[in-house]
């Protein structure tokens, strides 16, 4: 690890020190510093209120953020790498529209529960989660079913792709014949947020995603050398048939997770990889990887920021910030990407 490196590790990390905190302290609600410290180290604070806002909520919401982040970062990259395509993400497997699919199925057609699917008594935004992480896990089981069946990842992908546009269709007729409140409130769910996951829930999330992260971590070294080609991986004695279901098993963990608790994010899971390629001008997914996790953590929890407006108790809409962030990044890609190092 040479000096450059070392500066990048220590600038993101600080980066996520000062992001986390920040998103402690600033929200809709104002809350002094000094306050939100007594909160955290456990001293009863001025008002009550504030305590439940700062434990309840904010700490929760940015945690979320964090592994989120990372796991949607971590997801595009993986994709990119395995389809040797610098604009894959995390939704072109049609993984996130099998996780709107089921959402809609709810919200939609059974009115927000799945009692009426059998003895599950399983009601409000519960429902939501468990429909939305069934609908992802069904569409990674069909293209992992594929990915048996199919040898070539150009393929693939347009299967992946096929899947999505069949999902969406069946959720364009779920919202005409749904009513307009329903309507509303699915679209709402779709706009993404970071508060969806309460301190309860924050355990079981946080395991899905770190599992997913270590998996990820594991295939530093077929995702190494998957950038030669399939070819030479083979030669080098990666079974790359294994390790191609293993990629995409990691990445509709993450990405069915993420969706589930947080919605459809979108621009994170593409930008985040190419922003740390930026910085480290390498492709080396033995640097590349842990940089574009911590990155990926950095930009959800700026974007997490950037939802609050100044001096006004309005949030606006995750997936009305990310593109701000990521768009340009995606720009500026496509026009240097002759300068930019991607696949050896």
Known sequence: MNKQSIRIYLLLAFSIIFLFLANLVYGSVS?????????????????????????????????????????????????????????????????????????????????????????????GYPAIILAAFLGACSVLGLILYFSAKVKNNVMLLIIGIMIGYVASSVISILNFYASADKVHSFVMWGLGNFSGVSLNMLPFYSLCTLTGLFFSVLLIKPLNALLLGEMYAANLGIKVKRTRAFILMCTGLLTATTAAFCGPISFIGLAVPHIARLLLGSSNHKLLLPVTLLTGGCVAMLCNLLMVLPGKNILLPLNAVTPLIGAPVVIYVIINRKNIQYFN
């Open 31 to 123: 809350i002094p510093v000094e306050s939100v410290f007594n909160i955290l180290i456990g001293n009863t604070p001025e008002r009550v209120s504030w305590q439940a806002i700062v434990l309840q909520s904010r700490l929760p919401q940015a945690l979320t953020a964090l592994l989120a982040g990372a796991s949607l970062a971590v997801s595009g990259l993986l994709l990119q790498t395995l389809f040797r395509n610098p604009l894959a993400g995390p939704s072109i497997l049609g993984i996130s529209d099998g996780a709107n699919l089921g959402v809609a199925a709810v919200m939609l057609w059974l009115g927000g529960t799945l009692s009426q699917l059998g003895d599950l008594p399983v009601n």
